[in-house]
């Protein structure tokens, strides 16, 4: 493909949370003014800008510059220009691939601040070089946020943030060498939350099952801090919190043979504080949190309380170890139609739960299972398991009996056209302007956290760590309103225009619904239906604009 010499891309990035450098329009700006004076003849509209706010240069996972690199490999561009180097990565390797494959490409790459132009071998020569100093001072941070790990570690203090289960965080004074007064955090034991996390223990010991322990704390009604019932992961990540554990000689005897970086003496482990343990992620932007082993720990004996004997706490965790190879993987992909819109009648989704069998035509034998039961393990849900493949079979055939007749299609739904308002236009811009905000909000507390691990003044972590708390409850209150909006009564769902739609569609699928694929069905009973419940005997389609009353 021949290259556009007519078009110049800009890029700027910027880690957002930081306060340092130069801000984005700030970087933009600069490369426009490049632009300008040594590319004369190209055009304003012919000068793209990818901008990337937010993102470490770590690494090469960002949304804006993974758009420009498809377009440059298109041969769109005849340069890139930044306004400094470590804009772009300050990884040695990814920068070297990067400025090889622009050469392939034939596409320049100008640097503002350091003058490099790779159309010349100077230029390309020198790139390299500082290439190579921008890693060492990547490296150079990552050394230094590890250092200041160490330096925690022998304090033993909480760094802040949202307090595990059995715990409150209280913040401390004390006073340093020179003189000044330093705030800090430190957990406070709550007996009542204290108590539930033995439970959970004692409960995984007895049963060695996470499935298990589930349905017996939903059997005993033991519920979260914010009123919910404990899910598996959430009863795993207890489970592997080494903040509960006991400082006691077997505590000790577990992180030296993990070879972890322990900052404690042998005679610091009294039996009586809990333990910290810092660097337990690695938690980079554009990627899943990644969980490291005890061996890349940085642990040192708390000044907390701890609730569970070490003996206990490293026997849950080889179990853990071993059942994780035996956990059950939930097929990928099924036949099943309803799901996501099948519900028990105590309120649950019920999902589709395969078997071995196969019916005539090949086809696999599955049923809908309640959600709840299987969670509480018949403790909270007595509903009856349906068979699945008779279910969707039976939906399918109420659907094929509705038509496109606008009169007969109210009868059925029992209603009419006033019913219909336009109410879910606002509902539905309220609970999209929600979900955006919920994922801007997740955006800024990973930032925070960031930041917080790389500050070394305490009142300003302090003050950090109580934005992220706030940041957490908010993003609470938010899942909290979505919840509530996306269980709306369904008369706000469906506005009148929907409604004719509807009517429109269904004059053409129902002669073609048994050639449709089981994607297309799927769309279709996702398109009429707003919910199935199954009541253990009956089946109720709920259409949309319908009541379940």
């Known amino acids: 493909m021949r290259k556009n010499e007519n078009c110049i891309a800009i890029y700027s990035r910027k880690s957002k949370f930081t306060g340092k450098g130069e801000s984005i329009s700030n970087q933009v700006e600069f490369c426009r003014e490049y632009a300008h004076s040594h590319f004369e003849n190209i055009p304003l509209d012919q000068i793209f800008v990818y901008e990337d706010e937010g993102f470490s240069g770590g690494n090469l996972h960002r949304p804006d510059f993974q758009k420009m690199m498809e377009a440059a490999r298109k041969r769109k561009f005849k340069a890139i220009i930044v306004y400094r180097l470590d804009r772009i990565s300050r990884n040695v390797s ?25 159309s010349t071998p100077m230029g390309r020569a020198m790139m390299y070089i500082a290439s190579v100093f921008s890693q060492l001072e990547r490296e150079t941070i990552a050394e230094r946020i590890r250092d200041n790990m160490h330096e925690l570690a022998k304090t033993g203090r909480w760094l802040g943030g949202i307090t595990p289960t059995g715990y409150g965080s209280e913040a401390v004074k004390s006073v340093s060498i020179d003189g000044k007064m330093k705030k800090s955090c430190m957990l406070k034991l709550i007996p009542e939350e204290a108590e539930i996390v033995k439970t959970i223990f004692d409960l995984y010991v007895e049963t ?21 019932y404990f899910s598996r992961f959430a009863i795993k990540g207890i489970l592997q919190n080494p903040v509960y554990m006991i400082a006691d000689r077997e505590a000790y005897d577990y992180f ?9 003496d042998r005679k610091e482990f009294d039996g009586i504080h809990g333990m910290m343990a810092y660097n337990r992620t690695s938690q980079e932007k554009g990627k899943v ?15 907390h309380n701890g609730i569970i004997p070490g003996k206990v706490w490293v026997k849950v965790q080889e179990s853990l170890i071993r059942n994780q190879t ?21 309120g649950s989704r019920m999902y589709p739960k395969l078997s071995q069998r196969r019916l005539g035509n090949g086809k696999r034998v599955y049923d809908y ?15 009856k398991n349906v068979n699945g493949n008779r279910l969707d079979l039976v939906v399918m055939e109420q659907i094929k009996k509705l038509n496109g007749n606008r009169k007969t299609f109210l ?10 308002t336009e109410k879910s236009v606002d509902c539905a811009d309220h609970l999209t302007a929600l979900r955006r905000n919920k994922t801007e909000t997740e955006k800024k507390m990973e930032g925070l956290v960031d930041l917080f691990i790389d500050l070394e003044d305490g009142a300003l972590k302090n003050h950090v760590a109580k934005r992220i708390e706030l940041l957490n409850q908010s993003m609470m209150d938010m899942e909290l309103q979505i919840g509530e909006l996306e269980g709306l009564p369904s008369q706000y769902v ?56």
């Open 208 to 228: 060695d099952s996470q499935t298990i322990t589930e349905a017996e704390l939903m059997k005993r009604g033991i519920k979260t801090k914010n009123n919910n």
């Open 369 to 383: 299972v309640c959600k709840m039961k299987e969670r509480s393990q018949g403790t909270l849900c007595h509903g």
């Open 289 to 303: 949190t990644e969980y490291l082993p005890p061996s890349k720990w940085i642990v040192s004996v708390g000044r």
């Open 411 to 420: 009868n059925q739904l029992g209603k009419n056209p006033g019913f219909y």
């Open 326 to 346: 035996k956990s059950y993987r939930k097929p990928r992909s099924n036949e099943a139609l309803l799901t996501g819109c099948l519900y028990c009648d105590c």
């Open 494 to 549: 469906l506005s009148g225009a929907e409604f004719e739609a509807m009517c429109r569609f269904l004059t053409v699928f129902q002669d073609s619904i048994d050639e449709m694929t089981l994607e297309q069905k799927r769309g279709v009973i996702r398109s009429l239906v707003s919910k199935v419940i199954w009541d253990g005997i009956d089946v109720h389609i709920i259409l949309f604009g319908a009541s379940e009353e």
């Open 94 to 118: 990814d920068f070297s691939g990067l400025i090889e494959e622009l050469s392939h490409l034939d596409i320049a790459f100008i640097s503002i601040k350091e003058q490099f132009d790779t």
């Open 256 to 264: 030296v043979k993990m070879d972890a970086d322990l900052f404690s």
